[in-house]
């Protein structure tokens, strides 16, 4: 057997099982990374992937994998980083394993990241917001389950999976009202529920009538929803509510821009930036900056603000209706 192979497997029952803790979520991503790298490695090299040496995992054929997975999987940028990111943590530990190899690691591990353009992020109006909790037919089960989870996501911006994981004893009412759930890098947090959350969770868990470390969420099953079911129950909404709200489009809606308008509703509300990140369990307050970027309501402030005194605030408006007509086009 190659040496790499009692190497990977230390890597993941030492490393990120025992030392670092890691969620399942990371193993199973660390997991396809390395399946994907060793499987591209067989078809380059002929060699099965347990007679692989670590000369066969070299920079050349790290960064030919890379390219496969952009060229022929048509993976993102942000995906090859995140494949990226498992190979480097591999190769770091190996190096305390195999110092005969420490000039080949080293080439691995210099291989850069992609850099790629960054998009401003997508989120909901308070009136979009609206009629898309509106949107389940609450004379269905599954449409209040929806209408309530729907609500909990836009309110606490809870991450998708944060979301499929809460359990009806994970709320709480009454004074200091709040849902807890289990984020990021197994961090424990408690997200405030205003009084609107708190009618619409109560009467839907009475209805659903779950012991405490049941699903509050479930499917006609009892089981947990998936991730997959969520993102196909917010666009079935959606598409529902642009009948009556034109500017939601379905196909670009999914649970994390239903975060991201949480996050906005707050920063609009003139909620400090570093209480935001905490609010939705960012590890880097600094991750919360994208969405002052994407705010137009700072912006045009700081424009007023600006404003010579000879000049009115506010921006340009056609006083002629042919001139709005054209400025509109």
């Not at 960064?63 to 995906?79: K, V």
């Not at 807890?180 to 708190?198: D, E, M």
Request: proline letters at 6%.
């Amino acid at each position: 057997m190659s040496p790499i192979a009692p190497t990977l497997q230390a890597f993941f029952t030492q490393r990120l099982v025992t030392q670092r803790q890691v969620s399942p979520r990371t193993i199973a991503s660390y997991r396809d990374s390395l399946k994907l790298l060793l499987g591209f490695a067989q078809q380059q090299t002929g060699k099965p992937p347990t007679t692989l040496d670590w000369a066969d995992l070299d920079a050349e054929l790290v960064t030919a994998f890379l390219d496969h997975l952009e060229n022929h999987r048509h993976n993102s940028p942000r995906t090859r980083n995140l494949r990226l990111t498992a190979i480097r943590s591999l190769f770091a530990f190996a190096a305390l394993r195999h110092p005969e190899h420490a000039e080949l690691i080293q080439r691995v591990l210099a291989v850069p990241a992609k850099r790629f353009d960054k998009q401003l992020i997508a989120f909901l109006t308070a009136s979009e917001i609206d009629v898309l909790i509106d949107a389940p037919d609450t004379g269905r089960w599954e449409g209040r389950r929806d209408r309530a989870l729907l609500l909990v996501a836009v309110q606490t911006g809870l991450r998708v999976s944060e979301l499929i994981g809460l359990d009806c004893g994970d709320v709480t009412f009454g004074d200091g009202a709040s849902v807890r759930c289990l984020g990021k890098g197994r961090k424990h947090r408690a997200v405030p529920l205003t009084t609107a959350t708190q009618a619409v969770l109560h009467g839907w868990i009475a209805e659903r009538n779950g012991r405490n470390d049941q699903p509050l969420f479930p499917t006609r099953a009892k089981r947990r929803l998936s991730v997959d079911a969520v993102e196909r129950l917010v666009r079935l909404h959606a598409a529902t509510a642009a009948r009556t709200c034109p500017t939601i489009r379905p196909e670009q809606l999914h649970p994390h821009v239903l975060r991201h308008s949480c996050a906005m509703s707050l920063l609009q509300a003139g909620v400090d930036t570093a209480v935001i990140a905490l609010w939705l369990g960012h590890a880097d307050p600094r991750s919360t900056s994208i969405y002052l970027h994407a705010d137009m309501t700072i912006k045009q402030r700081a424009l007023d603000a600006t404003t010579p005194p000879s000049m009115a605030p506010g921006r340009y408006q056609p006083g002629d209706k042919l001139l709005a007509f054209l400025e509109s086009l």
